[in-house]
């Protein structure tokens, strides 16, 4: 497609459940990055991937958190046993390269009730 | 660790008033460095960057110089529209590839 897309654009679950988050991001780009950000804060960085490895996931808070690549296009983020905490809008990004820069997706705004 | 600090908002400006909102930024070696932008219901797009020292980053008549100097990446805009209402985010990348975020400016224009 033209730009990241990400699905669902909102979620509200209850706490204690599992929800996956979708990136679906330019085709061709290598590079795919998470983000969370919470209100009124800028983004903080959660797991990058280069092709289908996890190059860097140090931005993961803790061990609910997990995504994956599998064939290096689509990445889910998967967070079990939700908490309120989790609460944020949860920024998908891809790049072809440093030099480029990222192209963001608008983000899945999750809710845990 | 890396990190970014930016002017608390909200920046309220007439319409035509001159924009500065302030960013420097704490890394190792040398960073890249970002400003996007976040229109009201819009996602994060890239308003210009900066790879090395004194280089201007422009885009839509905003600029900002990086200065290795003073670790700074300010944002000036001559002439601010309605249009330039959003929330502004000074970022920095470093070899480690993932952006490291300010807390983001808001900026309000009246007409």
């Known amino acids: 497609g033209a730009g990241v897309s990400q699905t669902p654009s909102n979620k509200v679950t209850e706490k204690g459940k599992y929800v996956e988050l979708r990136c679906d991001p330019i085709s061709g780009h290598t590079a795919l990055y998470w983000y969370r950000q919470s209100l009124g804060q800028g983004p903080e960085f959660l797991i990058y991937f280069q092709g289908t490895g996890a190059a860097d996931d140090s931005g993961l808070p803790n061990d609910r958190f997990f995504a994956v690549r599998p064939e290096g296009s689509v990445s889910t983020l998967k967070i079990q046993r939700t908490e309120r905490g989790d609460s944020a809008v949860y920024l998908c990004a891809s790049s072809p390269s440093r030099e480029r820069g990222y192209t963001f997706g608008s983000g899945t705004r999750l809710t845990v009730v | 660790g890396d990190s970014v600090t930016q002017m608390e908002g909200p920046v309220t400006l007439s319409e035509e008033a001159f924009l500065t909102i302030n960013c420097t930024y704490t890394?190792?070696?040398?960073?890249?460095l970002f400003w996007y932008v976040q229109y009201p219901g819009e996602g994060l797009q890239l308003l210009l960057k900066a790879t090395k020292a004194d280089d201007k980053g422009s885009n839509k008549g905003f600029e900002a110089t990086y200065r290795k100097e003073t670790t700074s990446f300010h944002l000036e805009k001559g002439s601010v529209q309605v249009s330039d209402s959003a929330v502004y985010f000074c970022a920095l990348m470093t070899g480690r590839r993932a952006l490291t975020f300010g807390s983001g400016t808001r900026l309000q224009v009246q007409p």
């Open positions: 890394a190792t070696g040398y960073p890249s």
